[in-house]
T-cell receptor, first 111, second 111 residues
Framework: DSGVTQTPKHLITATGQRVTLRCSPR?????VYWYQQSLDQGLQFLIQ???????AKGNILERFSAQQFPDLHSELNLSSLELGDSALYFC??????????FGEGSWLTVV | QQQVKQSPQSLIVQKGGISIINCAYE??????FPWYQQFPGKGPALLIA?????SEKKEGRFTISFNKSAKQFSLHIMDSQPGDSATYFC??????????FGTGTRLTIIP
């Protein structure tokens, strides 16, 4: 158990809909990262937050947004969903200068 | 731009053999090189990591070899076991920035 908690574990939704994925980082970790992993694909970095502020942005679509709250949990919002958004979405967290730990992921299926 | 190149894409090794996965990086500012192991449907888990001030790090059956001048590093799995069958990702990190992942290697250990 990495200590990073993601909910929901599985989610099925229709095209055009909006979903929110939630992440609770490890206790004390200030950085939260979101990654997307499509079937048989690598890990694509989406966005990073550090102590509530956006730190780095990767290949995140404009339809997607994220935020980190004062209690350090983070949410990834995916809107106007398309079939191609079906993927495993990972949250990860780290302390400054330390290892990055991943959650178990949220499986999103868009039908 | 792929900053971390990983090979091979897939690898089949007999039980008891040595599995070798290679990675090359471009950004000389990277100062932390972890390897992650991922089983199907699970999040990546940190396996072993190295910093560029050492040329080798060993933890049990897993060894990282690091060649700073060539900007290459590799993972060696000694006495490979069926339970090692998984996807392995190399990664590189600078400071507290995002992890840059390689494309992954699907390792299969056959009896």
């Amino acid at each position: 158990d990495s200590g990073v908690t993601q909910t929901p574990k599985h989610l099925i939704t229709a095209t055009g809909q909006r979903v929110t994925l939630r992440c609770s980082p490890r206790s004390g970790d200030l950085s939260v990262y979101w990654y997307q992993q499509s079937l048989d694909q690598g890990l694509q970095f989406l966005i990073q937050y550090y102590n509530g502020e956006e730190r780095a942005k990767g290949n995140i679509l404009e339809r997607f947004s994220a935020q980190q709250f004062p209690d350090l949990h983070s949410e990834l919002n995916l809107s106007s969903l398309e079939l191609g958004d079906s993927a495993l979405y990972f949250c990860a967290s780290s302390s400054r200068g330390n290892t990055i730990y991943f959650g178990e992921g949220s499986w999103l299926t868009v039908v | 731009q792929q900053q971390v190149k990983q090979s091979p894409q897939s690898l089949i090794v007999q039980k008891g053999g040595i599995s070798i996965i290679n990675c090359a990086y471009e950004n000389t500012a990277f100062d932390y090189f972890p390897w992650y192991q991922q089983f199907p449907g699970k999040g990546p888990a940190l396996l072993i990591a190295i910093r560029p001030d050492v040329s080798e790090k060993k933890e049990g059956r897993f060894t990282i070899s690091f060649n700073k001048s060539a900007k290459q590093f590799s993972l060696h799995i000694m006495d490979s076991q069926p339970g090692d069958s998984a996807t392995y990702f190399c990664a590189a990190l600078f400071g507290n920035e995002k992890l840059t992942f390689g494309t992954g290697t699907r390792l299969t250990i056959i009896p």
